[in-house]
């Protein structure tokens, strides 16, 4: 939101999306229009919207400020407004109080609601956008946030705190803040700082780790596998024998002359498989069948040894072509 003066605001924002970092400096930019002096009779926020009475908030945002020319009501977590709250908002947005600015946040509030539609319908900028980048994406807004604590980031050491933390920008922003606290203002941030400063609290999901070792990068393979080893070896293995199986179904259908039917055949969508003929290109020929092979000898290891996690190191190395 750009600075503009303080009657120029709109009566009422919806701030909607998953960004916490967004959703939280778009409320302090907010805030920095109330005077301080009478901050403290001008600011009504609510942490929570379970409990709210339509009575209640309408009163509020009826209510004249003290001292100042606007007052500002915050709502937090707006989807979960009663209906008969959201309603009320509705009645009062037809009629708004032009002393009042109320403020929505909402991780999702879909565009055919009536709450939406009345605060979008109060002008063009009164629905702000909060919604969370994709992970691809989000390392140019590391790079960015980390300008902001006065550190230097690249693309690289961005991707790697995301997959070290994960996609919360709240989360994202307080390692940066912890890194700028321990190397300094105007410190150069590095992979290998994030291997030694940043601890792994993000969870990793099966499909990431799957495409990671059909790459047959072994190292990063190996990562991921230590993080999500917790959830079970077997769960994993099934889930390496099924995309076995996917691999050589799709080598299968390029053999014949029939790619353009790979989704049908997988049952899934095409961006699901869009990296699978690059996967393919990278085993030798009848190397994905002695995979498989080697795969159900590692769920019998599973099953009847104590040497689990040798033996899947083993076949992860074995997919790897080490």
């Known amino acids: 939101?750009?600075?503009?003066?303080?009657?120029?605001?709109?009566?009422?924002?919806?701030?909607?999306?998953?960004?916490?970092?967004?959703?939280?400096?778009?409320?302090?930019?907010?805030?920095?229009?109330?005077?301080?002096?009478?901050?403290?009779?001008?600011?009504?926020?609510?942490?929570?919207?379970?409990?709210?009475?339509?009575?209640?908030?309408?009163?509020?945002?009826?209510?004249?400020?003290?001292?100042?020319?606007?007052?500002?009501?915050?709502?937090?977590?707006?989807?979960?407004?009663?209906?008969?709250?959201?309603?009320?908002?509705?009645?009062?947005?037809?009629?708004?109080?032009?002393?009042?600015?109320?403020?929505?946040?909402?991780?999702?509030?879909?565009?055919?609601?009536?709450?939406?539609?009345?605060?979008?319908?109060?002008?063009?900028?009164?629905?702000?956008?909060?919604?969370?980048?994709?992970?691809?994406?989000?390392?140019?807004?590391?790079?960015?946030?980390?300008?902001?604590?006065?550190?230097?980031?690249?693309?690289?050491?961005?991707?790697?705190?995301?997959?070290?933390?994960?996609?919360?920008?709240?989360?994202?922003?307080?390692?940066?803040?912890?890194?700028?606290?321990?190397?300094?203002v105007g410190a150069t941030v590095h992979v290998a700082d994030i291997d030694s400063y940043v601890t792994q609290s993000a969870e990793v999901n099966p499909w990431e780790f799957l495409d990671v070792l059909c790459s047959r990068d072994f190292a990063q393979s190996m990562e991921l596998f230590h993080v999500m080893k917790s959830n079970g070896y077997v769960a994993l293995q099934i889930f390496i024998t099924s995309r076995l199986r996917e691999l050589i179904c799709v080598k299968a259908l390029q053999e014949r002359g029939t790619p353009a039917i790979m989704a049908q055949e997988l049952g899934k969508q095409d961006w699901q498989i869009k990296k699978y003929p690059s996967f393919v290109r990278k085993f030798a020929p009848g190397e994905l069948e002695e995979l498989l092979k080697k795969s159900k000898e590692l769920e019998w290891t599973l099953k009847n040894s104590s040497e689990k996690e040798t033996a899947f190191i083993q076949f992860i190395a074995a997919v790897c072509g080490k």
């Not at 709210?52 to 009826?62: D, F, K, N, P, R």
């Not at 992970?135 to 960015?144: E, R």
């Open 1 to 184: 939101m750009t600075k503009m003066n303080k009657e120029n605001l709109l009566v009422a924002y919806l701030l909607v999306g998953t960004d916490e970092l967004k959703q939280q400096r778009t409320i302090a930019r907010l805030k920095q229009y109330l005077d301080p002096d009478f901050a403290d009779f001008n600011l009504e926020e609510h942490l929570s919207a379970s409990g709210l009475e339509a009575q209640v908030l309408i009163s509020s945002l009826q209510a004249l400020p003290f001292g100042d020319s606007r007052r500002f009501v915050i709502v937090w977590e707006a989807d979960k407004l009663t209906k008969e709250v959201s309603e009320a908002l509705v009645s009062y947005l037809a009629d708004s109080n032009p002393s009042s600015i109320l403020v929505l946040i909402a991780q999702s509030l879909a565009k055919s609601t009536r709450l939406y539609k009345a605060v979008a319908n109060v002008g063009a900028k009164a629905v702000i956008d909060c919604g969370a980048k994709k992970k691809f994406a989000l390392a140019t807004d590391v790079i960015h946030i980390a300008q902001v604590h006065g550190l230097y980031i690249d693309t690289a050491a961005a991707q790697r705190l995301i997959f070290k933390v994960g996609e919360s920008t709240i989360m994202l922003d307080n390692q940066l803040a912890s890194l700028a606290s321990r190397l300094g």
